[in-house]
């Protein structure tokens, strides 16, 4: 934990950070400090802008007075140009901010070799004097086309370097260069070789929307993300926009967000996740707005601030329509509880949308944001621009507990079929289908849960009811595999109930059947029972008649002996005991 | 600015008497390219010029940096021609004939 502590601390130290919203993000804290750093890219892809923001939070952040040294616009030029962005130079220029124009002049003759020598010893007593800590060289390569020669161009910048060496300034010195291959030029692997920093800026057109990109090409001593951000050029300045990593703080939370409609509430035992993301599919009309509704209404409804925003309505149209199905959003708009958010589409990038739903977060901090719907957000600028954008809107939303419900327009039925073009259904954490169902002249509105993470859900296919009374969805009925709604739900309904009634009575039917079966099992048994206990007293009787007969026996034998022996029957019996057979019978007899 | 106000006067011969030429050289200490500057810009004056007819202030801009700033010279060496039309040349003035036309000193060559 302490060793961890302090290499941050190292770390930080190594680095002077720009203040460009994930660009630091990115580099693990910024530029290396006291080091040169070299910013390349085409024409207007905003290297002028990335050094001056540098520069400007250094200066009012950090507390480190800086250099401009502009051999390209001249600095009246530059400080009209950053005015747009709310810096204030002005106010910096004082004692924080010092702008050296470094425009040749016009008509400027060259004869024979020179060198920057002066110039850097100029800005020496320039740096001693304000006690600079940041400088930019904008760009070099104005300047370098004077020189004319490539030895001389590799010679000066040694003496850049190396003097930027010597005053352990934190350089940023930008290069324009050819927009096709442009790590290929001479030139600029030169200037590379010297940088300890790379960062690569590009700005191209796309399906008429304007790309910006970031990427660190290099970075010596020092880990960093290698990957192309986006970026765009905002009201504040360059904002790349990474990834947000999340990971390490994140908790995830077991604690469920209504999703507004009971019943699906509790399809999804208990509602989304707080914090997690939720898309919403479907074709037009599928009532994916209305659970937008459902959502944040819910919402406003506990009490918390909710942000929706909408593409394709104003919020006058959005209340209106959802009020329609009995969601009520002008108390909770009043009370502030809610914001809707109209947006245009048009002629912005995907990255500028978020860079807005940033600001709007940090100005209404809402538990709950409903976007209606995100395809039309990111359907400015390509499929890469839209994936990442997917991404990081998660991320912005995830890092920060809010629970996001995205709605995506989709043309089919089937959401396995169709390719969600933002592939944000492989990133979201519940995916909710909704789709019309035709069948006997009817369309009715179908849901399907398509996933939910960390959830126990219905897989069941539900018919979704918007009235006025308010949204639900009701039981399903399958039938031959199908799933039945509207007119054939209720006729389905009604054959149902007529097949379980003559199903009872059937079951009634069968159980008497049954009882008087068991009554007749049960007679053949006692007859059975019967017939065995006859036989048993027969048995019996036959033994006694057999016992009854050798008593008789017996007896007839004493007679017999009693008569031969004549007089003396105590004696005799003595006698004869051993052989007798029924002593007792004689003793009983006495 | 203007150094020393001259103490030469023009037109000693009946040659055909310019202004005073006034030229401000800055340079880098004794860096290669000041010195050569320096060199090539005295014997240039020197051949074409006499004495008077010129006057030069030097700016080592070692010595005197927010002169410099101040005056916003990029590189070095850089000579200034101030006397109208100004004229701004850098470069260590190894090109003779450049130096010279801008000068406006090789209308008497040839």
Known sequence: ?590 | MSARPSDKRPGQDGSPPPDVLQLRLYVAGRSPNSVRALTNLRTMCGEWLADDDWQLEVVDVFQDPMRAVEDKILVTPTLLKLTPPVVQIVGDLSQRETVLAALDLARSEK
């Open chain 1, 1 to 590: 934990m302490g060793g961890q502590g302090e290499e941050n601390i190292d770390q930080r130290q190594a680095k002077a950070p720009t203040g460009i919203q994930g660009f630091d993000q990115s580099t693990g804290g910024g530029l290396p400090r006291g080091r040169t750093s070299l910013i390349v890219g085409g024409p207007g892809s905003g290297k002028t802008v990335f050094a001056l923001q540098t520069l400007v939070h250094g200066a009012r952040r950090w507390g480190e007075p800086a250099i401009f040294v502009a051999f390209e616009e001249n600095s009246r030029q530059i400080v009209a140009n950053a005015a747009s962005f709310g810096w204030d130079l002005p106010a910096l220029e004082r004692d924080n901010l010092f702008f050296l124009d470094a425009r040749m002049a016009l008509g400027t003759i060259t004869a024979g070799r020179f060198d920057l020598a002066g110039m850097l010893a100029s800005l020496g007593a320039k740096v001693d004097e304000m006690g600079a800590r940041r400088i930019v060289f904008d760009s070099i390569d104005v300047l370098l086309l004077l020189l004319d020669d490539p030895v001389l161009e590799r010679q000066e910048i040694y003496r850049v370097h190396d003097w930027l060496s010597e005053t352990g300034l934190t350089g940023l010195v930008t290069a324009r260069i050819g927009t096709v291959d442009p790590l290929q030029s001479e030139r600029y692997g030169f200037m590379q070789y010297m940088a300890d920093c790379v960062v690569l800026l590009t700005h191209r057109l796309e399906e008429r929307v304007s790309l910006r990109t970031v990427r660190t090409v290099k970075y010596r001593g020092s880990s960093f993300v290698e990957n192309e951000f986006p970026a765009v050029i905002g009201p504040a300045g360059i904002e790349v926009g990474i990834v947000e990593q999340f990971e390490p703080t994140y908790q995830a939370s077991t604690e469920r967000v209504s999703t507004g409609i009971k019943r699906l509430d509790h399809m999804l035992s208990g509602g989304y996740y707080r914090g997690s993301s939720v898309l919403v599919s479907g074709a037009p009309g599928t009532a994916k707005s209305t659970l937008c509704g459902t959502f944040v209404e819910a919402a406003c409804q506990r009490g918390e601030r909710a942000l929706y925003i909408s593409f394709d309505e104003s919020a006058s149209e959005i209340i209106r329509n959802l009020a329609s199905v009995n969601i009520q959003l002008e108390p909770h708009v009043e009370s502030g509880l809610l914001q809707i958010c109209a947006v245009r589409t048009e002629a912005r990038s995907a990255d500028q949308h978020l860079l807005q739903l940033r600001t709007l977060i940090a100005e209404h901090k809402p538990r709950c944001i409903a976007i209606d719907p995100l395809s039309a957000m990111v359907k400015a600028g390509g499929d890469v621009a839209a994936m990442s954008m997917a991404e990081r809107l998660l991320a912005l939303t995830k890092s920060r507990g809010i629970t996001l419900l995205l709605t995506s327009l989709l043309a089919g039925d089937s959401p396995e079929m169709e390719e969600t073009p933002l592939a944000i259904s492989t990133t979201a954490d519940t995916w909710i289908h909704l789709s019309y169902v035709v069948r006997a002249g009817e369309r009715n509105r179908a849901l399907t849960i398509v996933k939910s993470r960390g959830t126990a859900h219905s897989n069941q296919v539900r018919e979704l009811l918007l009235s006025d009374e308010g949204t639900t969805l009701t039981d399903v009925y399958a039938a031959g595999g199908e799933v039945l709604m509207g007119t054939l739900r209720w006729e389905k309904e009604e054959e149902e109930r007529a097949a379980r009634a003559e199903e009872k009575a059937h079951l009634r039917r069968k159980k008497k059947e049954l009882a008087l079966a068991e009554a007749k099992a049960k007679a053949r048994i006692q007859a059975i029972q019967h017939e065995i206990e006859a036989l048993r007293y027969e048995a019996d009787r036959l033994n006694r008649e057999d016992e009854a007969l050798e008593a008789r026996r017996d007896e007839t034998e004493q007679d017999i002996r009693r008569v031969r022996q004549g007089g003396l029957p105590t004696l005799d019996v003595d006698q004869e005991r051993p052989d007798s057979d029924p002593p007792l019978a004689d003793n009983g007899g006495r």
